[in-house]
């Protein structure tokens, strides 16, 4: 009796852990998809619930060259638990990716997946007391907002210069084509590169009304 007590107390069901519940049917979920209710929780340390749910994300994740793109779904698994300073926030975010290969610019997607570790203090606890708003999230309202973890999360798990394949050869530096694709030993005839700068160096000298642009008549 006393254990199936505990269970019901240690174990508060997803269903539970929403915005939906509190605020109708256009719920703050939709806009913003990454705060989660936990009044449900209480104050209980020892509590704990598990939130599965797929959310859209309404500003893109990532960094310049790839990302979860606004208006994607975002998967959470995550488990809440109540400990004695706050709430603690195990668990990850997962979505699909699109961006852009670094050295051929050909569209590149993927999905990309976050671990996340947070600690959001109590109002009035210790850690809220002495830590810097910075450092440790808080609960506000009795909500927490994931929002910011997940964009930092997705930010340092993508890479700044994503590439299509390893070994991606890029573009042709004079016509653009995707090495890639172009014909074995695609090449032009061209000046050789190193009398191409003594060229344009001739060039200059010659628009500056130099003197020593006369020698260049020999
Ligand atoms: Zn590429
Ligand atoms: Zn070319």
């Known amino acids: 009796m006393i254990r199936d007590r505990e269970r019901m107390v240690q174990?508060?069901?997803?269903h539970a852990v929403t915005s939906e519940a509190s605020h109708g049917p256009d719920s703050?979920?939709?806009r913003d998809?990454?705060?989660?209710?936990?009044r449900p929780l209480g104050r209980r340390p020892g509590t704990m619930s598990e939130v599965h749910r797929t959310v859209t994300t309404p500003d893109k994740l990532g960094v310049e060259m790839?990302?979860?793109?606004?208006?994607?779904?975002?998967?959470?698994?995550?488990r809440l638990e109540s400990v004695s300073e706050g709430i603690l926030v195990t668990g990850t975010?997962?979505?699909?990716?699109a961006g852009q290969c670094s050295r051929c610019i050909e569209p590149i997607d993927g999905t990309v997946t976050v671990f996340l570790t947070e600690l959001f203090a109590y109002p009035d606890s210790v850690t809220e007391q002495t830590t810097e708003e910075d450092d440790v999230h808080r609960i506000v309202d009795d909500r927490i907002d994931l929002e910011q973890?997940?964009?930092?999360?997705?930010a340092l798990e993508l890479p700044m210069s994503p590439l299509c394949s390893e070994d991606c050869p890029g573009l042709c530096q004079v016509c653009g084509i995707r090495l890639a694709v172009a014909e074995p030993g695609h090449a032009h005839e061209l000046i050789d590169p190193r009398w191409a700068g003594l060229e344009n160096k001739f060039s200059e000298l010659a628009e500056d009304g130099n003197p020593d642009?006369?020698?260049?008549?020999?």
Not at 93 to 97: S, V
Not at 149 to 154: F, H, K, L, R
């Open 11 to 14: 174990f508060v069901s997803d």
């Open 66 to 78: 790839i990302g979860i793109p606004a208006g994607s779904d975002v998967d959470l698994d995550l």
């Open 93 to 97: 975010a997962c979505g699909e990716t």
């Open 213 to 218: 642009d006369q020698e260049s008549r020999d």
């Open 149 to 154: 973890s997940i964009i930092d999360a997705v």
């Open 28 to 30: 703050a979920s939709r």
């Open 33 to 38: 998809p990454f705060v989660l209710d936990v």
